[in-house]
């Protein structure tokens, strides 16, 4: 029996269990007596931000929560309830191993096992995700791994030798957590839909929540074009990658600071692609993919899993071979990402169905039109996620899309003449 890896970064939890892959970001709603996770409740921060904590992972600990949110005692209480709910999406997998951060300390190590003994499953593993990473990345002697988490990032340093990697340090960069990043996003865009239209968004929390649902898909778009579209309550905005570039400037600064200009390679978690110009600044680093930590572990079972002891936290691995993994290669800082081919037909299992013809194959709440950008999936009421990331309101196709729409699966294709 293989066991379940999930990863625990606040900004997205993500458990792979088998053939599924289960994504939930760190947000805790309290609604009508009841608890919301992840997307859910990640959807009404706005509209109800006194109901919601993003915190309880970050200071995870049994001290009372402050303020109060429904009948939880302390942050522990919502991380329970949260991997119950994590657990129970993902396929009720009898055997988890844990991947973490480096920037919990041993008390909320402990803490969390506590909490999985309480859970219907066994905890099996407790690995550095930083490390887990580096035994499929490092290639020299030292690498640096930024992750981004919900209110801070985290420098991570894993030195290697011939055989193996290991954890050296962490050093934490307060201030530029994904929520400042992204409040930062949002005062520029919000900024140029007032010059542009005279609309503010974030006059009332409505469209301020649908600003913010918006902005995944817009900053996706801006990976492949230099200007992308924003559209809230009928009104459009223009927005330019350039315009953004200084929203993740600071973050890029404090790095350089931190790590003294050390010219070892670096590794960024795929949140990062996201800040429009943030890596093409950061020299020799490159974007990991989304199932590398899943990888790694498939090649690291042997050392992970401890079903016959009391778990120790794994922060040594043996250094994994090459051709064990594809890793990404580094990104050109001057370079402009690559553009990929425009999309024209919609994969289904093994039928193609033109772009034009293919809205009546999605499920209600979605349908495919052609704007000035491209093909653009436009989604009201129903669940969709493009390579992962979530789809609120529009989001440009490009061939090699991956779009899952209410438990259904389809690929976006470019078919030549």
């Known amino acids: 029996m293989v066991p379940a890896l999930l990863d625990i970064n606040d900004c997205n939890l993500v458990l792979w269990h088998e053939d599924q892959r289960v994504q939930s970001p760190g947000y805790a709603l309290h609604r009508d007596s009841r608890y919301l996770f992840g997307n859910d409740a990640r959807a009404a921060a706005r509209l109800q931000p006194r109901n919601v904590n993003t915190r309880y992972w970050w200071h995870l600990s049994t001290e009372p929560l402050q303020p109060e949110l429904g009948t939880a005692r302390h942050s522990a209480d919502l991380a329970h309830a949260h991997l119950q709910a994590l657990h129970a999406e993902g396929g009720n997998a009898a055997e988890v191993i844990f991947s973490v951060p480096a920037s919990m300390q041993r008390?909320?190590?402990?803490?969390?096992?506590?909490?999985?003994?309480?859970?219907?499953?066994?905890?099996?593993?407790?690995?550095?995700?930083?490390?887990?990473?580096?035994?499929?990345?490092?290639?020299?002697?030292q690498l640096w791994h930024l992750e981004l988490q919900l209110h801070q990032s985290l420098l991570t340093r894993v030195d290697a030798d011939e055989t193996t990697v290991s954890l050296q340090e962490h050093i934490a960069l307060p201030g530029y957590g994904l929520l400042q990043l992204q409040e930062k996003i949002v005062e520029i865009v919000a900024r140029e839909f007032v010059r542009q239209t005279r609309f503010d968004p974030r006059r009332s929390a409505a469209s301020e929540q649908k600003l913010y649902d918006a902005l995944p898909s817009a900053l996706r778009s801006?990976?492949?074009?230099?200007?992308?579209?924003?559209?809230?309550?009928?009104?459009?905005?223009?927005?330019?990658?350039?315009?953004?570039?200084?929203a993740s400037e600071g973050l890029r600064r404090s790095i350089e600071e931190t790590s003294n200009g050390s010219p070892a390679p670096m590794i960024a978690d795929p949140l990062a692609a996201l800040l429009p110009g943030f890596v093409d600044a950061l020299t020799g680093a490159c974007i990991i993919d989304q199932d590398d930590l899943h990888n790694a572990m498939s090649s690291q079972l042997e050392h992970?899993?401890?079903?016959?002891?009391?778990?120790?936290?794994?922060?040594?691995?043996?250094?994994?071979?090459?051709?064990?993994?594809?890793?990404?290669?580094p990104i050109d800082p001057v370079a402009q990402p690559p553009a990929r081919a425009a999309a024209t037909?919609?994969?289904?299992?093994?039928?193609?169905?033109?772009?034009?013809?293919?809205?009546?194959?999605?499920?209600?709440?979605?349908?495919?039109?052609?704007?000035?950008?491209?093909?653009?999936?436009a989604v009201q009421g129903a669940s969709a996620s493009v390579n992962g990331v979530r789809v609120d309101n529009e989001s440009v196709l490009v061939a090699g899309d991956q779009l899952e729409i209410d438990g259904h699966s389809f690929t976006v294709i470019s078919v030549q003449d």
């Open 107 to 141: 008390e909320q190590l402990a803490l969390l096992l506590g909490i999985a003994r309480a859970c219907p499953f066994s905890a099996v593993g407790l690995v550095n995700r930083s490390v887990l990473l580096a035994s499929l990345h490092a290639r020299e002697a």
């Open 304 to 329: 992970l899993v401890q079903r016959a002891a009391n778990l120790h936290y794994i922060t040594a691995l043996p250094r994994l071979e090459p051709n064990t993994a594809a890793s990404t290669p």
């Open 222 to 246: 801006l990976q492949t074009s230099t200007e992308t579209n924003v559209e809230i309550d009928g009104y459009r905005a223009r927005i330019a990658r350039s315009d953004l570039v200084k």
């Open 345 to 377: 037909h919609l994969l289904n299992g093994h039928s193609a169905v033109t772009l034009a013809e293919a809205s009546s194959l999605l499920p209600d709440g979605c349908a495919l039109r052609h704007e000035k950008d491209g093909w653009q999936l």
